[in-house]
């Protein structure tokens, strides 16, 4: 019998002056399926708030495939916000209420560096545990922050659907993504965390072995 894929829309919310190191490993290897269960598939997807191109940090410039207004979420499906210098721009207030209702739904959100400090700015962390660069910053970024006694000093941590991670934490970031949406065997992400975070060539050779 055939193996029916599991398809899920990964939606990146684009703005200027996006980090790209911080979601590389994710888009990397959900858009690549190479690690990936055989049965799952992608679709990586770009969102913003308008559908002019922006720039990222590095200089690349990326279009959005649609409006975040425009993007109907279906359970299963995730939501992933970069860091930047730029969440602080009006024209992002209004990604903050699709949030919140994404958060009340079966559909995951990760919010990396930057990205948890304009959720803790609307409170979305208030009540749920969750981790960014340090406390000090999100106080600093945002003096409103009220959710210091659910946060956790690790480089990502996972809370139902919500994901958060540090600017430093690109590999845990990745790892809890994984976890979450269920994209590779739990042997095949110990592996590839394993490979990128010592550079032991013996992970790789785990890693491969996962994968049959």
Same mark, same amino acid.
């Given at each position: 019998?055939?193996?029916?894929?599991?398809?899920?829309?990964? &939606?990146?919310?684009?703005?200027?002056?996006?980090?790209? &190191?911080?979601?590389?490993?994710?888009?990397?290897?959900?858009? +690549? /399926? !190479?690690?990936?269960? #055989?049965?799952? #598939?992608?679709? =990586?997807? #770009?969102?913003?708030?308008?559908?002019?191109?922006?720039?990222?940090?590095? /200089?690349? +410039?990326?279009?959005?495939?649609?409006?975040?207004?425009?993007?109907?979420? @279906?359970? /299963?499906?995730?939501?992933?916000?970069?860091?930047? *210098?730029?969440?602080?721009?009006?024209?992002?207030? $209004?990604?903050?209420?699709?949030?919140?209702?994404?958060?009340?739904?079966?559909?995951?959100?990760?919010?990396?560096?930057?990205?948890?400090?304009?959720?803790?700015?609307?409170? =979305?962390? *208030?009540? !749920? $545990?969750?981790?960014?660069?340090?406390?000090?910053?999100?106080?600093?970024?945002?003096?409103?922050?009220?959710?210091?006694?659910?946060?956790?000093?690790?480089?990502?941590?996972?809370?139902?659907?919500?994901?958060?991670?540090?600017?430093? /934490?690109?590999?845990?970031?990745?790892?809890?993504?994984? !976890?979450?949406?269920?994209?590779? #065997?739990?042997?095949?992400?110990?592996? &590839?965390?394993?490979?990128?975070?010592?550079?032991?060539?013996?992970?790789?050779? @785990?890693?491969?072995? +996962?994968?049959?």
């Amino acid at each position: 019998m055939t193996q029916k894929t599991q398809t899920t829309d990964c &939606w990146l919310y684009v703005l200027d002056t996006l980090a790209d &190191w911080e979601i590389a490993h994710v888009t990397a290897e959900l858009n +690549s /399926g !190479r690690f990936t269960l #055989k049965d799952r #598939k992608f679709n =990586l997807l #770009k969102t913003g708030a308008s559908m002019t191109p922006v720039k990222t940090m590095g /200089g690349i +410039s990326i279009t959005p495939d649609r409006t975040i207004d425009e993007v109907e979420f @279906s359970e /299963g499906d995730i939501l992933i916000l970069p860091g930047a *210098d730029t969440w602080h721009e009006p024209r992002h207030a $209004k990604l903050f209420e699709t949030v919140k209702k994404l958060l009340e739904k079966n559909i995951t959100v990760a919010a990396i560096c930057g990205a948890t400090a304009a959720l803790a700015g609307a409170g =979305l962390l *208030d009540d !749920r $545990k969750h981790t960014s660069n340090d406390p000090d910053f999100l106080r600093m970024m945002c003096p409103e922050y009220r959710g210091a006694s659910f946060y956790c000093k690790v480089p990502a941590v996972t809370d139902g659907n919500l994901i958060t991670a540090s600017g430093f /934490g690109a590999l845990e970031f990745a790892r809890e993504i994984f !976890r979450k949406t269920e994209a590779m #065997k739990e042997e095949t992400i110990e592996a &590839w965390y394993q490979l990128f975070s010592t550079k032991e060539a013996k992970y790789f050779f @785990s890693l491969m072995e +996962s994968l049959k």
